[in-house]
């Protein structure tokens, strides 16, 4: 899975008149796992207000409900399904009169490379006189990077080096002391705070970037590694094996790079945790074992005495994708930007589940499509018109791993020092309006504060995203805007519902991630209540007309990672 957002819902909750009086005061006491303290809600003694600013339930259905139809057959890349939706968003954005981008066109072209790998089905693991057998799709999922017909990988020693990190500022290397040149390394998933033993390593079960699968590629290819294989445990990764399934077979999109993916590990791979368990008792080893000793500073990784033998078949197509991008120009400040983004793209036809191979991608994410046209509409019917120039910038390739927003975010199409900041979408809410704002990445910027004050319009409260342990933070768009240095927010309502309480959100939301997260059953319901989705973009868009009116540029907080990389673009 390239990108996994977990923060979904999927509700048939039907749509009906908000209550003027809803629920009780929420508790103000309780601590976010985070470390950072709930903010108190208001007394709810008043219905959310009529909008006047034609962001409404019924406009969000109408976009959600084009954009995730069977005639758009998933809108993955490089298929007409793209081809749709992109047309459909630039020929929205043009009826609403914003302008197409500084080239003159609505599109940016973003240059991709399709491989379309087809693993051998089975694997073979052998060594000290064994031989275990692993079998496609049921025990592993294997993908490769390189640009070649053929990846053979042939005897390659396996080697455990615990999470796969190398992480000096917290004095953890799971390297070192180990010769991985040519062999196939198996990590953990997550990061070495995440089993919750000790709350001093990292950032305690809060993901770092450590914890993700891209950057653990990336470690073992700095170390020469042949192959990185990544073991899958549903709590730590939080998601299940069907989304692996789902997200790595038949074709990946990857960037074009002048070396044609040789600088990448050969092999990219993630296996069951009962492979893993397997696997390491045909070395010899007592998974149970290895994994309490890989979550203890010190920890030294070991050769297993195996080694791994499979074939990857790859039809190889270079191509452009498309970013979808509109401007409405600032009045006093165009050259200063504020961009939404949200990304068009999901994961088109797929293995059939109950008869339906169409994987709509109805909330994830033709709904953050919907929000952005819906904030559109609303700045276009504004009376006072934006100060700075609002940028609507819908990217491709989000679920390939945020290739789209990356790549604007290394060739964008207005300058970073400009660009105030960013405000992504990334799935809203199907099942009515919400009493909690829930921030993913909560304490990393000014922006904490805009969100603030606009929920308190909605009469509403502030909290960090309540399960750090999933790394959300960096599987959206938002993270490649911080990357480069902009302020970015990736905000909405999650936790509590207004209408119906804390225990009704948190259900649904494991009920999305465990039956409908990137499955066909992710399409549009009439039966569903938007009225949350409406109230998350409204608040969106009241952050975004504050920020037009000003002229200074929000900060990321002295403890960001980010923070140094915003001062070189702009030295204060």
Known sequence: MRSVTMRHWLAPVAAGLLLASCQGQSTS??????????????????????????????????????????????????????????????????????????????????????????????????????????HYRTDYMFLTEREKPTVEIKNSPLVFAGYGVTAPEYKWDDYAGLDVKGKTVVVLINDPGNAGNDTTLFKGNAMTYYGRWGYKYEEAARHGATGLVIIHDTKPASYPWTVVQSSNGGAKLHPQTPDHGASKVALEGWMTLDAAKRLFSAAGQNYDALYAAANKPGFRGKDLGLSLTTTLHNKITYKSSKNVVAVLPGTVRPQEYIIYSAHWDHLGIGPAVAGDSIYNGALDNASGCAGLLAIANGFVQAKEKPQRSIVFLAVTGEEQGLLGSDYYAQHPLFPVKNTVADINMDELLAFGPMRDLTITGYGQSDLDDYARTAAKEQNRYVIPYQHPETGSFYRSDHFSFAKVGIPALYASGAFESRLHGKAFAEKERKDFEANNYHQPSDQYNPQWDLRGAAQDARLLFRIGQKLASETTFPQWKGSSEFRATREKSRPQ
Do not use: M
């Open 29 to 134: 006491s309780e601590t976010a796992a985070t470390g950072q303290p709930a903010e108190a809600a208001p007394t709810d003694t008043a219905s959310v207000p009529t909008p006047a600013d034609g962001i409404t339930p019924a406009l969000i259905a109408q976009h959600i409900k084009v954009l995730a139809s069977d005639e758009f057959q998933g809108r993955r890349p490089f298929t007409a399904g793209e081809e749709k939706a992109t047309s459909y968003l630039a020929s929205e954005f043009k009826k609403l009169g914003l302008k197409p981008g500084p080239n003159g066109s609505y599109f940016q072209a973003v240059p991709l490379v399709e491989i379309a790998g087809k693993p051998d089905s089975t694997a073979t693991i052998a060594g000290q006189g064994k031989s275990l057998t692993l």
